[in-house]
């Protein structure tokens, strides 16, 4: 059933939606901004029959990037989910941005799915959001086959890009093409698995015909042929023993076998090669995902834990059979059908309307529809089963993270974590009707985006909205005033910052003792306070001897603590990297309470604090510019200008590679300057690295600004 963005809905039954698991892919498609994500997955929709033209990014004509935002900035802002089929299997497919702000995007997407295609850039190779995609793909155990795209453009490097692979990445690339012609006289590949050359006859890349190895690539063939034999061997103990005897009997079948158990024990990456904008490569890449990459049955059972008995593992099965589980990855506020929930079914079936029970907020819910999603469009399904990557509709209580499942077995998935926002801004409604709007825009901006944040500032009264950089709120206040028609003045951005302390407080009493006619309060403790290393967080440790404070009232002393944590001396901003030890203190008993401690525990960290050398916390990004050997000097002097550190200096081509680490305060602007002092010429990709220490003049400017003095 096929909808317009009118949200005209048309049912398929539940018999259509069941489809053999062993056949189905889930996979997503991950690289740096600019390697051809979109445009690839483009293709394949068109080359799979799901849509009958292909969009193209520099004109927002794209299926996958349907945002106004999106087809504006010829970027990805939001992962898009589609479905197609291909040699009789079925592939859900989601397009991930490449932009650093929206890591987190690419982060719930790949904690879903079973396998990735990680796209490189020919000339560019492993890029800086390249090895950040590559690490959260590791992190999830997700396994993935690699394409270099753009092999048509001048300086595209295939065996460069592999050794890039090689170096950078805890890996093993094994090719299982090799170009054919290069830049300009890009043709098609060799396939080494098949031991034949694949030459493209058309603009549109439908057609192709199978050619004799070219005579300049015999050798080059039979090497890496043979290093793709040598992989295989390693998997497979009968295809071992014909490559020992050098018996030429070894079938293609036995290789992608072999080669197939690499990949799904993350232990070997396939790399192909083409150039997506020129129609050329798509198709054996989507033979590879169906060769390669894992069905649902082919990774590990999800496990998690039994609700009410936390502690105890539970463990689903792909499986129809099994009590249902899914996991929420992703929220949409859909302006025809109302709030859409993404999920990943893990295990079981269930039909529409039915009841599920959201382990993580320990609620039942009533889901009204499923849908099929294809970007903004979408397919109404009766039936939901496990491998399955839909949209539910209905669900009010279910956040980003959440389980559902059964109510008669439940079960708890492991959620997701997301990084804290670095940078902000404050906005300020025009009107009335433009502060009730804002509210509402932004309770559903932040249901979709776990990484957006606002709160009120209780000394100006702003409301003050965060996110991971300047790019991400633009895009965010481009929505506020565009999607949901607010009318707002926008400030300067303004940083995140931490406060710490550089030494250490011994023995500091927190006391709260109030008496009134009836019951009063008394709580009383005693504190060291000690800093940790940088991203230490906070750690609370009890070391009251004997009967000093009751057991009940400890709790209540680190919430005390923690809830001063929000709140520094310096600058009131949040304090971070402490440890906090309770020591002691006394009790009355009949006057103490929770209440009483807490507030204890809270005057006593504040103490603790303007004793122990607070110091300010800024956060540093780490940079990666890429620059002409003319204007390298140049560049270099500004980072130096901007209290950078330049850590690294690498040849790359004609190109230099430049990696500094900044602090984000000044950083503002820097896509306007680099480009004034390349003329044009050089890129850079930033992202948070860490927090360092502000310098002592400039804290106390910002302290002072703060204070108002």
């Not at 590990?300 to 593992?313: F, W």
């Not at 209780?458 to 709120?473: D, F, K, R, W």
């Not at 300010?616 to 620059?627: A, D, G, N, R």
Request: with cysteine.
């Amino acid at each position: 059933m096929k909808v317009t963005t009118t949200g005209r809905v048309e049912k398929t039954s539940a018999a259509e939606g069941r489809f053999p698991l062993h056949r189905v892919r889930n996979i997503g498609i991950i690289s740096h901004i600019d390697a051809g994500k979109t445009t690839t997955t483009e293709r394949i929709l068109y080359y799979t029959g799901k849509t009958y033209k292909m969009g193209e990014v520099h004109d927002g004509s794209t299926v996958m990037d349907w945002m106004v935002q999106e087809q504006e900035r010829g970027i990805t802002i939001t992962s898009a989910a589609t479905t197609c089929f291909w040699k009789d299997h079925r592939i859900n497919i989601i397009d991930t941005p490449g932009h650093v702000d929206f890591t987190v995007e690419v982060e719930r997407s790949l904690r879903v799915l079973d396998g990735a295609i990680a796209i490189l850039d020919a000339v560019a190779g492993v890029e800086p959001q390249t090895e950040t995609v590559w690490r959260q793909a590791d992190h999830y155990g997700v396994p993935r086959i690699c394409y270099v795209n753009k092999m048509d453009r001048p300086g595209a490097d295939f065996f460069a890009c592999m050794e890039m692979l090689e170096q950078r990445f805890d890996a093993r690339p094994v090719a299982v093409q090799i170009p054919l012609g290069g830049e300009g006289d890009f043709r098609g590949c060799v396939d080494l698995v098949e031991m034949k050359g694949i030459v493209y006859t058309d603009e549109m890349g439908t057609q192709w015909e199978g050619v004799e190895i070219p005579e300049d690539l015999a050798v080059a063939a039979e090497l890496y042929h043979h290093a793709l034999l040598e992989v295989c061997a390693g998997y497979d103990d009968a295809l071992m023993e014909k490559y020992l005897a050098g018996e030429d009997a070894i079938t293609p079948e036995e290789i992608r076998a072999a080669l197939r158990k690499g990949v799904l024990a993350c232990e070997v990456v396939p790399v192909f090669c083409g150039a997506s904008f020129r129609n050329k490569g798509v198709q054996p890449l989507l033979d590879g995902v169906v060769h390669y990459l894992p069905s649902p049955l082919d990774v590990p059972p999800i496990e998690g834990v039994q609700v009410g008995k936390e502690g105890r593992k539970e463990v689903r099965h792909a499986s129809d059979e099994e009590p249902f589980s899914a996991l929420a990855f992703k929220v949409v506020s859909d302006p025809y059908v109302g709030k859409l929930i993404y999920i990943r079914v893990y295990s079981g079936a269930l039909r529409a309307g039915a009841t599920v029970f959201n382990s993580a907020r320990r609620k039942k819910e009533r889901i009204g529809r499923f849908l099929q999603m294809h970007a903004n469009h979408r397919e109404e399904l009766e039936m939901v089963f496990s491998g399955d990557i839909v949209a539910a509709v209905g669900l009010k209580e279910t956040y980003t993270g959440d389980t559902l499942c059964s109510a008669h077995r439940p079960i708890l998935l492991e959620s997701m974590v997301f990084p804290e926002p670095v940078i902000s801004i404050a906005i300020e409604p025009k009107t009335k009707a433009d502060q009730d709007r804002l509210s509402e825009a932004m309770e559903r901006i932040a249901d979709e985006d776990p990484t957006f944040r606002v709160k009120l500032d209780p000394e100006t009264g702003q409301t003050i909205i965060s996110g991971m950089g300047e790019l991400h709120l633009e895009i965010i206040v481009d929505r506020l005033m565009r999607e949901f028609g607010v009318g707002a003045n926008v400030g300067r951005p303004q940083v995140s910052y931490r406060e710490t302390v550089a030494g250490s407080a011994r023995g500091v009493e927190g006391r709260f003792i109030r008496q009134t006619g009836g019951r009063g309060q008394y709580g009383h403790v005693i504190i060291d306070l000690e800093p940790l290393p940088r991203g230490g967080g906070f750690e609370f440790v009890n070391k009251v001897t004997g009967n000093a404070i009751p057991k009940e009232f400890i709790p209540a002393v680190e919430q005390g603590v923690a809830g001063a944590m929000e709140f520094g001396v310096l600058a009131g901003y949040p304090v971070v990297d402490v440890r906090v030890t309770l020591r002691g203190g006394s009790y009355h008993e009949v006057d103490s309470s929770e209440l009483a401690f807490k507030a204890a525990g809270s005057a006593a960290f504040q103490e603790a604090l303007r004793r122990s050398e607070p110091i300010l916390l800024e956060p540093v990004m780490k940079v990666v510019i890429t620059v002409g050997e003319e204007n390298l000097g140049d560049i270099i002097a500004d980072v130096n200008s901007r209290r950078g550190k330049v850590e690294g200096l690498e040849t790359r081509g004609r190109q230099q590679v430049v990696t500094a680490f900044i602090p984000l305060a000044e950083t503002f602007g820097y896509a306007t300057d680099i480009r004034s002092l390349s003329q044009g010429r050089a890129t850079y990709h930033m992202q948070f690295s860490h927090y360092g220490e502000t310098p002592h003049n400039i804290a106390m400017e910002i302290v002072r600004r703060i204070r108002g003095e």
